[in-house]
């Protein structure tokens, strides 16, 4: 039996030094063009710009009739003017001659050809000037627009059928092959490839590795891919060999953090440069050392905000929220009376079901021990 | 040339009749269970109870020596008590006749089996009971909740494989041929499919139909499909012929809403009773058509809340917004200075430029000529 010495990880690294390692170490990955119908949630790699104006030509703005406005002056319901019949729909190029265009029911077309304008139009009345949404070398989407609906809109519109988006990162999940049949490592796979969806990554291997140090080093050593994490072995017991087999085979620059849930995390590079993160296999452990670095490594690559991916709020503690010193602890809470929040169970004693049984959570950085009733904290919204 | 009277659309609905019309006519759909490594996103069916104890037996909370608790007592680094060696793996279940975990670094094994204590252990220490994180029988995950990771964590901790969810909407897009090559109708395509991608939608076909009322009605006549929306030919002009392929194939139930941009939007069902949403084929309109009709009734099929997929928040108008009396008007906005907004270019300016080139939007209410300066409006924000 071999027991390894817990001084590994009795000087945990802070939850900031930490994260200050994964902002200097990942960073965005390169660029793939993609159709844009089904571009929807990538990241715009290069600012977009009009190669035209849009639209390229004066347009009708509505059904109507094509006029030209100055041969309307004085139409009224007792003077109807007659012009020649031009009927536009919306969104065509004005006919040659015509500044204005008159709705349908303002007018009333005869069979002779022409239509009897009973109202006075001036130039451009329904009319979408040319370049009224871009004129022809305007910013479109800025490089770094995560492209909602009204942005993909916006460049079909502009003629643009492919965009330039920053690649979503390839994930190795490398699970170790848990101790007893259903234990709770079994779990950590669906949660994490969850989130790891959510951040806009792809997931294109979840092996099951085997506890032993050769079997930790294969998993590792990977070129395909643009992140590998390693999920439970991160302990200090006997069978926990995911942080040893890293520094034998790469970088292991972190090894513990002052993170509670999650004080087991790792962090480096394998030897093909390929970031490692060390998840730890508890549940709870491996939620929170996912979503406060393998999270942030996941959407830097993309592109995208590395900021935790929840709405926050200012709200006021209805009860204290204790926390203990030197540890980051990710604190759960639910809503109170009025716009309050109190602390739910915690993790350590009830486990992911905390942060499912909850409205939110407080990050309680290690320097403090916690917060005084009618304190003012920042919650993270579920 | 056949010109259809206006006052088809002349008596336009309410947005909020139209609204209660979609929230009436479209019911959620139907469950299927999915693997639950992948379910991200998906909108649970059923709540989902712990059909045994989370864990199932008393386990070690942390890498250690499991001990019988009462045996360490008057341990300390002056008077170390020696018990028999027992290492356990967090996660492990507790061996018969332990009650505490050790943490490694308090207990020094020896070559003969034993470890020494120096320190008291309580029992419970560093165990996770029995149950802590769910009783047999307890609530796991309400029907309703979209699942995140968290939720898919817990749900595979509980042993489940596959959950019951929510069918996802299978959507037919008919998209009105262009009137002329490269106009703005061709952007509508990418653009509703990635609205109906963001709400869970699914797009099973995307036709593009001649503008005659034969391909139309072909076009609505859909079975296999859980709504299809029709994109352009929604006015009064020669070529609108879509409401009335509706009205002839089903049910138009309401066709012109007083809403700006979007306000030849049409609403009802084919001859299948399948929904039918007539999005206008001006972009920006299409645009407003799909957020405040088609998205919700795409939503409520999925299951999900129909509400605007926005945050919003409460903010003054360092500015006054104009509206039209009669019309809801979707006003595109700015952040201005400290906590305000003010106007952006409209949509009748600049399109859909107006949805891209600002930073939310407010919903002027058909009652409402917009707000002075000073006044404060909710804010949805993009």
């Known amino acids: 039996l071999i027991v390894k010495a817990a001084a590994t990880l009795s000087s945990s690294l802070s939850v900031d030094a930490a994260i200050a390692w994964v902002d200097a170490a990942i960073h965005c990955l390169g660029v793939e063009d993609t159709a844009l119908d089904g571009a929807q949630g990538r990241v715009l790699a290069e600012d977009i710009r009009a190669n035209r104006a849009i639209p390229d030509k004066d347009c009708a ?41 008159v709705p349908l029911d303002l007018a009333q077309p005869d069979e002779r050809g022409h239509v009897e304008l009973v109202e006075a139009a001036a130039p451009g009345d329904n009319v979408e000037q040319q370049g009224a949404v871009a004129a022809s070398g305007a910013m479109l ?29 390839l994930v190795r999940i490398a699970l170790m092959r848990p101790l007893r049949p259903g234990a709770w490592e079994d779990s950590n796979g669906p949660m994490v490839r969850a989130a790891i969806e959510r951040d806009g990554g792809v997931v294109k ?42 520094a034998e085979n790469g970088e292991l620059a972190i090894h513990g953090v002052a993170l509670r849930p999650g004080e087991t995390t790792g962090l480096g590079r394998n030897s093909n440069s390929v970031p490692v993160v060390l998840l ?25 905000d590395p900021a935790l991916p929840y709405r926050s709020r200012e709200m006021a503690t209805a009860r204290k929220i204790v926390s203990a010193i030197g540890m980051t602890e990710i604190c759960p809470v639910r809503f109170g009376v009025g716009d309050t929040v109190e602390p739910a169970p915690s993790f350590a004693e009830t486990g992911l079901m905390a942060a499912v049984n909850s409205d939110g ?17 920042t919650v993270h919204l579920y």
């Open 61 to 101: 703005a509505l059904d109507g009739f094509a006029i030209e406005a100055n041969t309307s002056l004085g139409a009224s319901a007792y003077n109807p003017v007659e012009v020649p019949l031009r009927p536009v729909d919306a969104g065509d190029a004005l006919p040659a001659g015509s500044d204005a265009v």
């Open 141 to 169: 989407v800025l490089a770094g627009t995560q492209l909602a609906a009204r942005h993909i809109g916006l460049l079909a519109l502009a003629g643009l059928r492919e965009v330039p988006v920053i690649r979503r990162p």
């Open 205 to 246: 291997e979840l092996v099951t590795v085997e506890r032993g140090r050769r079997a930790i080093t294969n998993a590792l050593i990977e070129m395909s891919v643009d992140i590998v994490l390693v999920i439970g072995g991160t302990g200090p017991g006997s069978d926990d060999q995911s942080a040893d087999a890293l």
């Open 280 to 304: 730890p296999g508890a549940p709870a452990a491996c939620l929170w050392s996912y979503e406060l670095f393998a999270g942030p490594a996941m959407r830097r690559l993309g592109g995208r």
């Open 361 to 377: 959570f407080v990050i309680v950085p290690e320097g403090s021990e916690g917060y005084p009733q009618g304190a003012w904290v």
